[in-house]
Every structure is written in C-alpha cells, then in structure tokens.
C-alpha cells in the first residue's frame, strides 16, 4: 500500500464514485480515459462487452474520483423495452454522481430519453449532463445542445433538472478538467479510498486483468455475465533470474459472488482454470515481452458488485 501523498489529509478533500452512462457511441469511453489520463478502457473486437467495475482513478489534489462501470445501463439495446434491473438500480444508488452523456453533434433521440428516465428513477443523486464531443460543433450548434440537454432535465427531473451541464471533448481536452472538477465537487468529503498509483489503475496491470478476465469468461459468459472482478496483486520480477533469462511473477485475484460460480471457473479437478491460465499466460507473455508465472487464486467475494464501496475491501 502506498503511503497518503501530501495534501491528500486536507480538510475539504473530497472521494467517492461516480458512472458514466450514456447510449452506446456516446463517448463514454473516450472521456473516461481522457479524465483517468491514460487508456484504460481496452478496445475490443467485440462491441459493448462489460470492462471493469473500475474503469479508473482520477487523482487530484483536492479528490479522488473512481470511475465505476454500470453492467447494462450502457448498453439500451439490451434494456429497451425491458425494466431496469435491481442490479443497475443499485450501483446507480450506490454512486455518489452520475455523469450522464450526450453527445453535441446528434439530435437527443429515444436511446438518450431512455436513459434519462431511468435516471430520474434514482432517488436523490447528483446528476450531471456532459455534452460530449463537442469538438464536431460549431458554438451556435453547442449553444441549442446545451438548451435541449437542459430541458430535457427540467422534463424528466422536474424542478432545475440536471445538477450542472458541461460540454466537453474527450477527444481533444476541451473541458475535461472541469468535468472532473464537477463530478469532484459532487463527491463527499471523504479521506482517499485509494492510494495514488495503485497497481490496478496502470495499464499494464489493466490489460493483464482483462486478458484473464476473457480467458475466464470464455465459454461461461452466460453463465457469469457480470459476476467476475479480477484483481492483479502484483508483478514481481523473479529474483536470481539472469537478464537474458527474466520470469516474471504475476499473482492474480480473481473474486467471484457465489461459490457455484468458484466451480465453474475452476473446474472439475481444476482443469477449467488451468485452461485459463495457460490461455492467459501466452496473451501476458505477448504483451510484456517476457516469460511470466501466473499465479491464480479464485475467491468468493459475496455481492461485490453491488457494493463499489467493498471493491477496496477486495484489493482494488
Ligand atoms: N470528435 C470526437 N469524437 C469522439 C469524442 N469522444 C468519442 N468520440 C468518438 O466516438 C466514438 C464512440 O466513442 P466511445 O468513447 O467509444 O463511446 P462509448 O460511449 O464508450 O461507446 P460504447 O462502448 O459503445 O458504449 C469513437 O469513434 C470515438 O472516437 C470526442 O470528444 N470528439
């Protein structure tokens, strides 16, 4: 664990956890990794597959923001039509804020409406509209987004509607510190809930997880849709190894909700998740350039995901 960098114990300090949502193409992704400073959110061939529970960490001087996923909410072409379910409800609930995304260069259609009264559904939280992609508009353009973004909060919200609107580009800058300004200013006074430079928040680390993360999933995903955190405890250069010959070390978490789910993943004998393991590792050793170890341990972490405030408990 890191120590607490100066500043961090100021009095008006700020942390907590906010989700991004918007309908796909929203530019959910792009703005999150602008906000985190660095490309966490892995492109994949497959569209709209689930990332992390942690998308990312913004540290600041005066706060910290944790970037939760919501499974589900991101992706209407599933929920269309259909209740929001408990599960999206209560990560909603458990956030401190909601950024709620729009992009500047479409009209506001159904996909958006949606969302927005899904929304309104969230008993008191702070709600913040970012117009995204502001850089594909001219300021007349942005001008009448902002309007229409604005009434469509006082329609569903009723009363001032959003807690704030900020247009901002991901692509290019414009705007993203005061994005993390505000989603900041809605977090609760709070000390850190994690260390600067957490392991977990690096990409290396991040695209290591989400190598295991499809390796475990593969085959199973109906079976363990949102229900796997992984977790990479650390990676270790191998002591007494010569420098033409390194191994690296890499142990890894991975948490699970319920112990039939544990089975799964570890299969009969342990078969399944020596299958992992060795699908993973030639996935690692490709992307670090080195020969590496893979230790992974499976655990039962009951209703992690329904709880982001237990993710530290979990290591994250
Ligand atoms: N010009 C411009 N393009 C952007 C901006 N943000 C995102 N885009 C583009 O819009 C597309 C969708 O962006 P993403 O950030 O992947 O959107 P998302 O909301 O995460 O999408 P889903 O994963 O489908 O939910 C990509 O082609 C981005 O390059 C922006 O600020 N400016």
Redesign the pocket.
Known sequence: MAEKTEGHGAPDYRAGFAV?V?????????????LVGQKV?I?SAK??TTRHTIRGIVHREDGQLILVDTPGL??PRTLLGQRLNDLVAETLSEVDAIGF?I?A?ERIGPGDKYIANQLAAVPRKPIVALV?????VDRAQLTEQLLAVDALGREVLGGEGWADVVP?????G?QVSTVADVLIGHMPPSPPLYPDGELTDEPEAVMVAELIREAALEGVRDELPHSLAVVVEEIVPREGRSEDNPLLDVRVNLFVERPSQKAIIIGKGGARLREVGTAARRGIEALLGTRIYLDLHVKVAKDWQRDPKQLGRLGF
């Open positions: 991004l918007g309908r796909p193409n929203a530019g959910k992704s792009t703005l999150t990794n602008a959110a492109t569209p709209q991101h992706r995304c992009p260069n995204t992609k502001a850089d594909l901002v580009s991901g692509q290019d414009y």
